[in-house]
């Protein structure tokens, strides 16, 4: 996955895999391990909580800034 953006990487990735217990067995030995000097953070995906999952009203996060109204960005894919 990389930044619409910079086109950098954001640092995650998505594996599918058609075995459960293969995943599951995937998941235990490479959760923790060390990549490149960082542990790797490895789980199964969980889907988007209604709401948003954390932002205001209308998909905008809240916060100070100014500024006028902001246009909500469309998906790329």
């Not at 075995?19 to 235990?28: G, K, L, Y």
């Not at 960082?38 to 500024?67: D, H």
Request: aromatic share 6%.
């Amino acid at each position: 996955m990389t930044d619409r953006d910079t086109g950098r990487s954001r640092g995650f990735a998505f594996v599918e895999m058609t075995d459960t217990a293969e995943a599951d067995r995937a998941i235990a030995a490479l959760n923790g391990a060390n990549l490149d000097g960082r542990a790797l953070n490895v789980n199964e995906a969980r889907p988007k909580p209604q709401g948003g999952g954390g932002r205001g009203a209308g998909g905008f996060s809240r916060g100070s800034g100014g500024g006028g109204p902001r246009q909500r960005r469309e998906p790329r894919w």
